[in-house]
């Protein structure tokens, strides 16, 4: 019975976990949404001397709504999505 139990909590932290994940996380980019940002400057705040170091970027895809009104959206998520692959590879450079 305790198994049972143990199971089913482990199946609900499994689940707030993935769900805590998709509200941090832009579902086309797959990259830290503003929510994420919040979260971070909470927990620098809280703790300024903090192990690890950090960083932020900031990007402003200038005219965007230009691509998304001439092309169509599914055109400006192209873009997004290409984007979003640079940043990763920047990143992880």
């Not at 049972?4 to 805590?20: D, H, I, K, P, Y």
């Not at 949404?33 to 950090?54: H, M, Y």
């Amino acid at each position: 019975h305790i198994s049972g139990q143990a199971a089913s909590v482990l199946r609900n932290a499994v689940a707030f976990e993935r769900m805590r994940a998709t509200a941090v996380t832009d579902p086309l980019t797959d990259l830290p949404n503003s929510r994420a940002l919040g979260d971070f400057f909470q927990k620098l705040v809280a703790d300024p001397a903090g192990e690890a170091s950090n960083a932020i970027i900031m990007i402003d895809l200038d005219d965007f709504k230009a691509v998304n009104d001439g092309y169509g959206h599914q055109t400006g998520d192209a873009a997004l999505t290409a984007a979003a692959a640079a940043v990763r590879v920047l990143a992880s450079a």
